[in-house]
């Protein structure tokens, strides 16, 4: 219950210092999924200049990313960096879209989330954070997505225990907050800018939304 109060008190504070962070950046359900393959170890900057290229070259739908040559769109996506592990990835996914659904992204509105994610899982390259992300910002899925921010951000709280991994730290928001898909949405992004701004591996707690809640900092391995 505890738990539970202190998520929720959390996200207030973060709330009403950041207000809304308009994720996901993407105009179509498509440009979302791409954009969470391509951020993988990159900064959004550099996604971008690697959607603007798709764009431009008139790539950015299933059909034409899935009969493009391989090394032709790892030169698109080159400024997203690991552009030749990526083109394989977005490849992976447009394959298993192609081979299951007809490449068509509405056939997978009908989908079970869990069957959704456990097909997203078996895609070679697709990893849980982008999994999740996929199914949430893509297809409003109420599932939670964490990441290296969440982690250190709710061990430095006391909400999970440092090193807690991926599954345990998503079952720790997935379990004790209301299932709302825009919550989860808001959520995710505001702990993103949190970890950004103020509880980076040097933690800047003065002036943080979250001074005033207890945290440790003594955490060394974060
Ligand atoms: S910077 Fe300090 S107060 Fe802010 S979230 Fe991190 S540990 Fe908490």
């Known amino acids: 219950m505890i738990t539970r109060k202190r998520l929720i008190e959390i996200?207030?504070?973060?709330?009403?210092?950041?207000?809304?962070?308009?994720?996901w950046p993407g105009e179509t359900q498509f440009e979302?999924?791409?954009?969470?393959?391509?951020?993988?170890?990159?900064?959004?900057?550099n996604v971008e200049k690697a959607m603007k290229n798709l764009k431009s070259a008139e790539f950015?739908?299933?059909?034409?990313?899935?009969?493009?040559?391989?090394?032709q769109l790892a030169g698109l996506i080159r400024p997203a960096g690991?552009?030749?592990?990526k083109a394989r990835r977005l490849k992976n996914?447009?394959?298993?879209?192609?081979?299951?659904?007809?490449?068509?992204?509405?056939n997978l509105e009908s989908v079970d989330t869990s069957q959704l994610r456990s097909e997203l899982l078996a895609i070679k390259g697709i990893g849980p954070e982008t999994a999740d992300s996929i199914l949430l910002y893509a297809f409003k899925r109420t599932t939670f997505v964490v990441d290296?921010?969440?982690?250190?951000?709710?061990?430095?709280?006391?909400?999970?225990?440092?090193?807690?991994?991926?599954?345990?730290?998503?079952?720790?928001?997935?379990?004790?907050?209301?299932?709302?898909?825009?919550?989860f949405n808001e959520y995710h992004a505001l702990l993103v800018k949190l970890g950004k701004e103020f509880c980076r591996p040097k933690a800047r707690c003065p002036g943080c939304p979250l001074e005033k809640l207890p945290h440790e900092l003594d955490i060394t391995h974060l």
């Open 11 to 23: 996200y207030q504070l973060l709330y009403d210092v950041f207000g809304p962070q308009h994720w």
């Open 32 to 45: 979302i999924i791409v954009g969470a393959i391509l951020t993988q170890n990159t900064s959004w900057t």
């Open 60 to 71: 950015l739908n299933p059909e034409a990313l899935h009969n493009i040559e391989l090394s």
């Open 82 to 85: 690991y552009y030749n592990i």
């Open 93 to 106: 996914f447009l394959n298993w879209l192609f081979d299951n659904y007809d490449g068509q992204l509405i």
């Open 148 to 183: 290296a921010y969440t982690a250190r951000i709710a061990a430095r709280h006391g909400l999970i225990e440092p090193g807690a991994d991926y599954e345990q730290l998503r079952e720790l928001f997935q379990s004790n907050l209301p299932q709302d898909t825009q919550l």
